[in-house]
């Protein structure tokens, strides 16, 4: 009579420490933020994540037991993460033409994270501005977002804020004034806890203007304080759109004053319309007029 066939018996492995499988757990999800922003073209995020999601890992490579199949996949995958970080970093900015999976395999574990609790995300203040510093971040490259700002701030740099605040202020087409100083942009920038934030209050901070060519007609100039404020007051930013319709109203009454066209009388009674319609618009909104 024949023997049934014998099953092979599945090896058994020492169970990886507790803490091991915590570090891979947070390695993981570090990588996912990773992958995330490296396939959205963004190389120098991309790079911090890669980093810190490889240094966890690193450190769970060496705690798993010696003969456990997850020390050398650990091992493997840290290798492929350092090598896509050194080739991001190359990049010095430019877009990524290698997709991640060149240079990233597929990691395949056999350890239990399901235990994995309690993750602790949270490198010390140093560790974090030498791997923002490591992968290129600065607040001439940061994209324009919330993550973008805070990993500005993690640097830690008022000039990389200052930097950043600029482009912002570029994008949104407004800029520092001539009387602005350093201290005003830092005072406005450490204040901000988000990027929405940040741009909320440049948009009524005193120090910015419109980015409005110096030679325009001032009544150009008036005219597009006044279209900005439009626009601001539909979007419900209330407080920034009384702001610029109080500069436009102040620009109009000078001009009523100083402008040899308002000797004209269509012109002056154009000027003085404004001047009586923006300033009733100004309280409404619970501005003062004339305010810059």
Known sequence: QARPPVRPVAKAFPAPPPRCARLVAEGLQLEAKAAERDRAGSGAEAAFYHNRASAKLTEASELCPEGHPDRQALSDLVQDLSLRIIYLESLG???????L????AECSLIMD???ASGTDDQPQDASIMELL???GVSGSAAELSDLGWRLVTGLQKPAELRVFVARV???D??????SATDADVDRCAQAAASYAALFKALRIAPWVELDIDEKADRIDVANRYQEEGVKLETSGELQAAALLYSRAQALFAYLLNNDPRAKYPKVKEMMEQRVVALTTKVKEL???PGAS
């Open 93 to 99: 900015g430019a877009p990524s033409t290698t997709p």
């Open 101 to 104: 999976e060149e240079h990233v």
């Open 113 to 115: 994270l399901s235990a």
């Open 133 to 135: 510093l490591k992968s």
């Open 169 to 171: 202020l570029a994008a």
């Open 173 to 178: 087409g407004r800029r520092r004034t001539e």
């Open 286 to 288: 619970g501005g003062v």
